[in-house]
């Protein structure tokens, strides 16, 4: 069987793409994990693949898988480049799509050849909707009851979780250059008070309108852009009074815009989807 693909990216955060609606197969973690790898296989953050819906009003059942094999809830980046492989494969005339995902639906509208904005849906900062543990051991920081400090041997981090239909921890520093990203992302990707692990982001404010963003990706290490990232950072920033609604956001892959009108409204990711290139598998 020759298994046809797509190589994608957003921002240089990298997928492997796979339409399920016209090819049959069910992918395994092991044939993930080869897939993955950047000397022996073709090499990516995730495995993005296309399916048929199981919910009626879902146009496409879109399913996300790290390089480790685990599937997870939600992707931004891996969203946008969905929807123009979707285009390209010709398997939906529509431009505005709906997509059923793990971490709830979704909707995608593609804007022009190289651009899509994707409603990812309304934000959660609830800690047991993240989720994220809150125990006495983890107090809520007495200046702001959205930030937690978390104790990671000697050290200490303050941070606001965030759901955005995928766990996040967002955390503030004044320079993100020397944001400890590895040494303190290893760490907090897997605490205890993130019983699904994390996605951890490191936010630099330089005004209003406008964040630098890094982020350490559970099951992946820090990647060169996160959609969802950009988006808990927005979320996290504005409740703190950091950021407006309208934010651009640049991240180590180049710069996405986010709009957020404020709690019980969803969140807007727009940015770039961009080909690499095409391929097949024998399988």
């Not at 931004?76 to 793990?102: D, E, H, V, W, Y």
Request: glycine letters at 10%.
């Amino acid at each position: 069987m020759n298994l046809e693909f797509a190589k994608m990216h957003g921002l240089g955060n990298d997928f492997m793409v796979i339409d399920l609606v016209s090819q049959d197969l069910s992918v395994t973690r092991e044939q993930i994990s080869a897939w993955a790898d950047r000397r022996t296989g073709i090499g990516f953050d995730q495995l993005l693949t296309i399916e048929p819906p199981t919910e009626p009003d879902a146009d496409f059942r879109y399913r996300i898988y790290n390089a480790d094999g685990a599937e997870v809830e939600q992707c931004g980046n891996g969203a946008r480049c969905a929807a123009k492989f979707i285009g390209l494969r010709r398997l939906s005339p529509k431009s505005t799509l709906r997509m059923q995902t793990l971490g709830g639906p979704i909707e995608t509208r593609r804007l022009d050849e190289h651009t899509v904005e994707v409603d990812l849906g309304v934000p959660r900062t609830t800690p047991t909707d993240v989720p994220f543990s809150v125990a006495a051991a983890c107090p809520p920081n007495l200046d702001d009851a959205l930030i937690y400090r978390l104790q990671c041997g000697a050290q200490h981090y303050e941070l606001t979780p965030v759901s955005i239909g995928n766990p996040h921890g967002v955390m503030f520093v004044t320079d993100i250059t020397e944001a400890p990203v590895e040494e303190a992302g290893a760490q907090l990707v897997t605490h205890p008070f993130f019983p699904q692990g994390a996605n951890i982001g490191f936010c630099q404010v330089v005004d209003q309108g406008f964040a630098r963003l890094r982020v350490f990706e559970r099951g992946v290490g820090e990647t060169r852009a996160c959609g969802t990232g950009a988006c808990a950072a927005v979320v996290a920033g504005q409740l703190a009074g950091k950021l407006g609604q309208r934010v651009k956001v640049s991240l180590p892959g180049g710069k996405v815009r986010i709009s957020w009108q404020g709690p019980n409204t969803p969140v807007r990711l727009a940015g770039p989807a961009n080909l690499a290139y095409q391929g097949h598998i024998s399988l």
